[in-house]
């Protein structure tokens, strides 16, 4: 079956500079990759996703790249801001399931 | 999201209880899911349902079952509680086009 990984487990940036969250995957024939933000005491967010036919996706300050060779896939958030601090979780899809990475707590200070 | 609800938000309960966590939807999705969540483990799937007839096991069922009352809601039941199974709780949905899940804003089961 499919195993996400995730990294690092923790990460502190300064306001204003970036944050990249990685992940690897296992099984290539996984196609949906979403990233969620959990904020505390509440449910995972979708915030971003991409499909294996696109390398990069960008919403405003944040993006996703994907190389499917390599079987990796990463976060980018620039010019980070306190309420960018949550847990972030990648998540990979393998027969209608979302196998989800452990999760990346991000603390940006001001 | 506020689509997606959970009952209870909160439960404290004692060993060797039966507990239900209830989960309702008014997004009109098929597909419902129940996770735990464990700090540093991420989110598990425990049992997912593609549609009222359909019940499948996840990644961690033991000890754990489920009931599709209606395409709008999903229980997940604890027959006989025990302490490892102190955790959040999340319930999900999706429609069966797309694969982007909603979340409820979970359960934080305690078991003494």
């Known amino acids: ?110 | 999201d506020a689509d997606v609800t959970q009952t209870p938000r909160n439960r404290i309960t004692k060993t060797g209880k039966r507990i239900m966590l209830e989960c309702s939807q008014t997004k009109g999705h098929d597909r419902m899911y129940w996770y735990r969540q464990d700090p540093g483990l991420g989110l598990q799937l425990i049992y997912y349902s593609f549609d009222v007839k359909d019940i499948n096991k996840g990644e961690i069922s033991d000890g754990y079952s489920v009931s599709r009352q209606a395409q709008a809601k999903f229980s997940l039941s604890l027959e006989s509680a025990i302490p490892n199974q102190t955790a959040l709780y999340f319930c999900a949905t999706s429609d069966w086009d797309t694969d982007t899940q909603y979340f409820g804003p979970g359960t934080r089961l305690t078991v003494l």
């Open chain 1, 1 to 110: 079956g499919e195993n996400v990984e995730q990294h690092p487990s923790t990460l502190s940036v300064q306001e204003g500079d970036s944050a990249v969250i990685k992940c690897t995957y296992s099984d290539s024939a996984s196609n949906y990759f979403p990233w969620y933000k959990q904020e505390l005491g509440k449910g995972p967010q979708l915030i971003i996703d991409i499909r294996s036919n696109v390398g990069e996706k960008k919403d405003q300050r944040i993006a996703v790249t994907l190389n499917k060779t390599a079987k990796h896939f990463s976060l980018h958030i620039t010019e980070t801001q306190p309420e960018d601090s949550a847990v972030y979780f990648c998540a990979a899809e393998n027969t209608d399931k979302l196998i989800f990475g452990t999760g990346t707590r991000l603390q940006v200070f001001p």
